[in-house]
């Protein structure tokens, strides 16, 4: 089992940046992709970005993409999400999430494990 907490999150204003960490526990031993998703109110979960293992390769969705880097740290068992010229449009809930493989994934299909989700706020 592997249990994921984000944290970061909070309310800026149009153009602000922010940076999400999202932290791993407990069997992190195994190999992972690690990615992002938000959730808007009254919209449905999407994807934000993706990284493999080793870090070399990352995917972004169209939205953010030049605004927004994932990173991460295995030595911390920590995965980031640098969100910078934020929008309005960027505010919901964003979580973190893990699939065992190598596989950057882009969809919410076989992911093994979820965050618990922090909320962002861009306000005009």
């Known amino acids: 089992q592997v249990q994921l907490v984000e944290s970061g999150g909070g309310l800026v204003q149009a153009g602000d940046s922010l940076r999400l960490s999202c932290t791993a526990s407990?069997?992190?031993?195994?190999?992972?992709?690690m990615g992002w998703f938000r959730q808007a109110p009254g919209k449905e979960r999407e994807f934000v970005a993706a990284i493999n293992w080793s870090g070399g390769s990352t995917r972004y969705a169209d939205s953010v993409k030049g605004r927004f880097t994932i990173s991460r740290d295995n030595a911390k068992n920590t995965v980031y999400l640098q969100m910078n010229s934020l929008k309005p449009e960027d505010t919901a809930v964003y979580y973190c999430?893990?699939?065992?493989?190598?596989?950057?994934?882009?969809?919410?299909?076989?992911?093994?494990?979820w965050g618990q989700g922090t909320q962002v706020t861009v306000s005009s």
């Open positions: 999430a893990a699939k065992y493989g190598v596989v950057l994934f882009t969809t919410q299909n076989g992911l093994d494990y």
């Open positions: 407990g069997r992190t031993s195994s190999r992972c992709v």
